[in-house]
């Protein structure tokens, strides 16, 4: 069984005499896998089925979010942009806030529509996602903590809850 969106729909994968049989998966979602056997007598012309063996039900989720800790917004041209990491997600909630709470910046909304028409995918499909240049309110914010939430769902439905400290260090640089 196969889902389109939340509606099961069954293929009939493999139709297969040999002893021992493989396929690989290349989409992610929740599968369920019914083996059904039968045997023919030597020289007989019916079919016989066998017995009923339970389905098997599992999840390929190639999903994953990474967050970082540390950025440099001040203008030198290295790391002045906090990112993530994201592959396979499909939609997301971010929220930053400095450490008395209050929330520097929110983003939201299905990854086609987060990710700049011009990212480019990592060798293993994922993109490095811009977030944050630093600034709230037009002023570069000050170095110190602050904290990133982040709630997603992957391509195959898993759901992440993510939550971390971000590092703002803006050194010698031109920004500062």
Do not use: C, H
């Amino acid at each position: 069984m196969v889902m389109d969106g939340e509606t099961p729909r069954t293929v009939d994968y493999l139709k297969r005499q040999d002893r021992v049989t493989q396929f690989e998966f290349i989409d992610e979602g929740t599968f369920t896998v019914t083996y059904k056997w039968s045997y023919r007598e030597k020289d007989a012309t019916e079919t016989i089925p066998g017995a009923d063996v339970s389905p098997i039900t599992f999840t390929i989720d190639g999903s994953e979010i990474r967050l970082y800790n540390a950025f440099s917004p001040n203008g030198d041209g290295i790391n002045d942009v906090y990112k993530i990491y994201v592959r396979s997600i499909v939609s997301m909630n971010v929220a930053i806030f400095n450490r008395w709470g209050q929330t520097i910046k929110t983003m939201s909304g299905k990854m086609d529509e987060l990710l700049p028409s011009d990212a480019e995918a990592e060798a293993d499909g994922g993109y490095m996602l811009e977030l944050w240049d630093g600034t709230y309110r037009g002023d570069v914010v000050n170095d110190g903590v602050y904290y990133i939430n982040v709630q997603a769902i992957g391509a195959g439905g898993k759901k992440y809850d993510k939550r971390a400290d971000i590092n703002v260090l803006k050194g010698l640089g031109s920004g500062n």
